[in-house]
């Protein structure tokens, strides 16, 4: 089972009550948002929010379940998907989290993938409580999805991580494909210098090389 990580943040919280705020036309209350887990294999995710918090059990459900994981990515599908879970809930051998969430009353949901290095994936789930009359609700929820993301993974990402800007510019320059030597050109440094920013960047994220901790960084959404 994987465990989520500690997203008992006041900035990642605040953010997903607002979105579900602004969702409330949709019957939209409940928001859900799964990732890489980057000590785990290729299929692992994590929790790493959930509003209400009430519904971690339910959220969990879904990051240890196959449904929308990486199998699911390597289709010809795309980003958006739109499901009517209490339709599929009843279906021969559902899915134990579509079960829990129809439980709950909600009877559809929207989910809106971000990919990542090696087939993984950010997903946020939008959970409704009513079915939708056509795609254009679904298209909606979508937008907000893609509207309020790159603040969302910021603060989610803060939660998970912290380097310091210095750190981080290199890691985000070694991801561009600079060198040590263009990326200290870039900074204004010396080479040593960035050397001495990567390492600090790879003992945080426990890894070996600059290569592993790029791609770390971007699972854990730093760049």
Same mark, same amino acid.
């Given at each position: 089972?994987?465990?989520?990580?500690?997203?008992?943040?006041?900035?990642?919280?605040?953010?997903?009550?607002?979105?579900?705020?602004?969702?409330?036309?949709?019957?939209?209350?409940?928001?859900?948002?799964?990732?890489?887990?980057?000590?785990?294999?290729?299929?692992?995710?994590?929790?790493?929010?959930?509003?209400?918090?009430?519904?971690?059990?339910?959220?969990?459900?879904?990051?240890?379940?196959?449904?929308?994981?990486?199998?699911?990515?390597?289709?010809?599908?795309?980003?958006?998907?739109?499901?009517?879970?209490?339709?599929?809930?009843?279906?021969?051998?559902?899915?134990?989290?579509?079960?829990?969430?129809?439980?709950?009353?909600?009877?559809?949901?929207? $989910?809106?993938?971000? =990919?990542?290095? %090696?087939?993984? /994936?950010?997903?946020?789930?939008?959970?409704?409580? !009513? *079915?939708? &009359?056509? $795609?254009?609700?679904? =298209?909606?929820? %979508?937008?907000? /999805?893609?509207?309020?993301?790159?603040?969302?993974? !910021? *603060?989610? &990402?803060?939660?998970?991580?912290?380097?310091?800007?210095?750190?981080?510019?290199?890691?985000?320059?070694?991801?561009?494909?600079?060198?040590?030597?263009?990326?200290?050109?870039?900074?204004?440094?010396?080479?040593?210098?960035?050397?001495?920013?990567?390492?600090?960047?790879?003992?945080?994220?426990?890894?070996?090389?600059?290569?592993?901790?790029?791609?770390?960084?971007?699972?854990?959404?730093?760049?």
């Amino acid at each position: 089972m994987t465990l989520p990580v500690n997203f008992d943040s006041v900035g990642v919280d605040a953010i997903l009550a607002d979105w579900v705020i602004a969702l409330r036309e949709y019957g939209v209350d409940a928001v859900l948002v799964l990732g890489p887990d980057p000590d785990a294999g290729r299929e692992s995710r994590q929790v790493l929010a959930v509003h209400p918090p009430r519904l971690l059990p339910e959220a969990q459900a879904l990051a240890d379940s196959r449904d929308f994981g990486a199998p699911w990515r390597d289709s010809d599908a795309p980003m958006v998907a739109w499901q009517e879970i209490a339709k599929a809930a009843w279906q021969e051998s559902p899915s134990r989290w579509r079960r829990l969430w129809v439980a709950h009353g909600y009877q559809t949901v929207v $989910r809106v993938a971000f =990919a990542l290095p %090696a087939g993984r /994936a950010f997903e946020c789930f939008m959970f409704s409580a !009513r *079915a939708f &009359a056509s $795609r254009t609700e679904a =298209a909606e929820l %979508a937008w907000s /999805a893609l509207n309020i993301w790159p603040m969302l993974r !910021r *603060a989610i &990402a803060e939660t998970r991580v912290t380097l310091s800007p210095r750190e981080l510019e290199s890691l985000q320059l070694a991801f561009e494909g600079l060198t040590a030597r263009e990326t200290a050109l870039r900074m204004d440094c010396a080479e040593r210098t960035v050397n001495y920013h990567l390492a600090n960047a790879m003992a945080k994220l426990h890894t070996d090389n600059k290569l592993q901790a790029v791609q770390k960084a971007c699972w854990l959404g730093l760049i």
